[in-house]
């Protein structure tokens, strides 16, 4: 290190900082970044991380039930796709805690307490085998979406990451569509199970994406998108995802339970009835259907195994 | 000399699906279980590796019940989904719950008897592949075969568990004794050939069950006096599954996996 590098005050560094954000470079984990930067990629990256692991829970009750060998086969690989990409998740989460002293016990530790959240379809029940498909096809096309946006990411741990997770989320949602047609072309049993999937999920899917922007500026949303971590807003990924998803869903006979829901071709944008915006904060509030059951089973094994992750540091 | 489904004779078609049944029931019954582990495991980096091993062994048992299908005995589905407790000739081991609790709500699960009877039932496992590679019906020497090579990390992973839990805190080596009590309290019919053992030498399908139980008990006797606790020996069962006694434990198995497939087993899924 040259002694001028060392000399640099802070807003020197920033500018700098901001010069190779600006010219679309990408920062590595030992670069220096700004706190807000850092603060912001934890914040988002543990929250990605956790929601994969907490994402596992409702999905993995149809693992054991699922209605043939290669379903069980499909959604077990597709489950355990969703650990792994928890694991990768935090790992880069680990590298951006490690000037804070904190680690991925104190992750798991915010979980518990509330002061981490995760993905508000994660707080929602999944009582049929139609779940198990619908989380797949649309939680998981809803994903890409959003995982696609960031995928240039001026982080590049991060950016990395994604590029495989979202390579995996490709079978998944294809896993999820296999299901859903299999049900879709099948028994009038079978038809009704999807439709009540797709009514049951339709608000949270709306709920994914978060709120339109309020304040410029303010926002998480705008940090994120002034230090080019994503490029779009909530509402233009949601608008991405109904133009792929509406007509998949009608054309699969489905009903949509929105009868105001269009194409406007002038303004170019899907008119839609809003969701209900106070779901979304209760469910942050870890208030959500099965918040609590969910928290509890996360809670019990981490508890119940204990005594591995001690003997584990003292094997002789 | 190596035989084919055509020219067989009804009894040694017979022996050859009991056979069959025995390896796939217990593949299937463990491999259920290991899905039940998904998401609770110690760690999530076993979560994954575990998980990758049930997939294995799901894969497994699926060879077997198509071989089955291919005898005739019906759709691969509907043997491993359809088939009653009295009917499912899987070992009392592999049924048997991970631990208390239900796997949705608040499951208790116990890491020790997971690597115990993972680690024990793979070693068993190993020993019956190796046989089975010699068998004289060739499309199960073929199974055999594939399988052998999966097998070998499924085998690395649990015994890897099972010397470092033994070599650690006094808790999990408590936690460890207890589980091998647990494990070899079901080991009795692991080995057992049920009723078939005369019709399996006959038309050599697999080597004598002493013989096998012998080389178990060898294998896994180098490996715990290293650890300075005492070798296992298999007792005979008090129930035996391959004759098709069964716990309620396995009934409430099969009410939860085959829960969907029953809403209507003659439909694609």
């Known amino acids: 290190m040259s002694g001028s590098v060392v000399a640099e005050t802070e807003e020197q560094k920033y500018e700098q900082f901001m010069e190779r954000i600006n010219r679309g470079e990408q920062i590595e984990a030992d670069d220096w970044m700004p706190e807000d930067y850092r603060n912001a990629l934890i914040k988002l990256i543990s929250m990605h991380g956790i929601s994969e692991i907490m994402g596992a829970l409702p999905e993995k009750e149809w693992v054991p039930k699922a209605p043939s060998i290669q379903r069980k086969l499909g959604i077990m690989a597709k489950v355990q796709d969703e650990m792994g990409h928890g694991q990768l998740l935090l790992r880069v989460a680990e590298d951006l805690l490690k000037p804070t002293g ?23 029940p999944a009582p049929s085998w139609g779940d198990a498909g619908l989380i797949g096809w649309l939680v998981d096309g809803a994903a890409i979406i959003t995982q696609t946006n960031m995928l240039n990411s001026s982080y ?50 709306l709920l994914f994406f978060g709120p339109p922007s309020s304040q410029v500026g303010k926002s998480k949303q705008d940090i994120t998108i002034k230090y080019k971590i994503r490029p779009k807003t909530n509402e233009e990924l949601r608008q991405a995802f109904l133009t792929k998803y509406v007509p998949r869903i009608l054309s699969l006979g489905l009903e949509i339970p929105d009868e105001t829901i269009r194409f406007d071709e002038e303004k170019q944008e899907w008119i ?37 992750r001690e003997a584990l540091g003292q094997i002789s | 000399m190596s035989t084919n489904a055509v020219e067989m004779t009804p009894a ?37 590796a575990s998980s990758s091993i049930s997939q294995d062994t799901m894969g497994h048992a699926k060879m077997y019940y198509g071989l089955l299908e291919e005898l005739g005995y019906g759709k691969i589905d509907d043997l491993a989904h359809g088939r009653s407790a009295k009917e499912r000739k899987n070992s009392i081991l592999v049924e048997r719950e991970n631990g208390a609790g239900y796997y949705m709500e608040t499951p208790r699960y116990d890491w020790a008897y997971a690597v115990v009877r993972n680690y024990f039932y793979t070693l068993a496992k190993k020993v019956k592949i190796d046989s089975l590679k010699k068998t004289t019906y060739q499309p199960l020497a073929e199974v055999a075969t594939k399988v052998s090579m999966e097998l070998f990390y499924h085998h690395l992973h649990w015994r890897t568990w099972f010397t470092q839990l033994l070599s650690s805190s006094d808790e999990a080596k408590e936690r460890m004794n207890k589980a091998i009590d647990g494990v070899m309290a079901d080991f009795g019919d692991v080995f057992s050939y049920g009723n078939a053992s005369q019709s399996f030498k006959e038309f050599a399908l697999i080597e004598d069950a002493t013989v096998l139980k012998q080389r178990w008990e060898a294998a896994l006797k180098e490996v715990v006096k290293a650890l300075h606790i005492e070798s296992p020996i298999i007792q005979q069962p008090d129930r035996n599954g391959r004759l098709g006694e069964h716990t309620e434990e396995l009934d409430r198995a099969l009410s939860t996996l085959s829960e969907v497939y029953r809403l209507n087993p003659a439909v694609p899924w």
């Open chain 1, 102 to 124: 904190k680690t991925r016990d104190d992750i798991m530790h915010d979980l518990f307490t509330g002061n981490l959240k995760f993905h508000n379809v994660f707080h929602m």
């Open chain 2, 12 to 48: 040694h078609k017979e022996a050859l699906a009991e056979l069959l049944f025995q390896l796939a029931d217990d593949d299937f019954l463990l491999s259920y279980r290991g899905s039940e582990w998904l998401g609770l495991a110690p760690h999530i980096e076993e979560d994954v």
């Open chain 1, 156 to 205: 590049a741990p991060y950016s990395r990451a994604l590029h495989r997770i979202c390579a995996e989320e490709v079978f998944h949602a294809q896993h999820g569509e296999a299901i859903i047609m299999a049900l879709a072309e099948g028994t009038e049993e079978q038809r009704e199970m999807v439709q009540d999937a797709v009514t049951r999920w339709w608000e949270s899917l």
């Open chain 1, 272 to 308: 839609y009835q809003q969701p209900d915006w106070s779901k979304l904060k209760e469910i942050m509030k870890n208030n959500g259907p099965k918040s609590q059951e969910r928290l509890n089973l996360r809670r019990v094994s981490y508890e119940n195994n204990a005594w591995v």
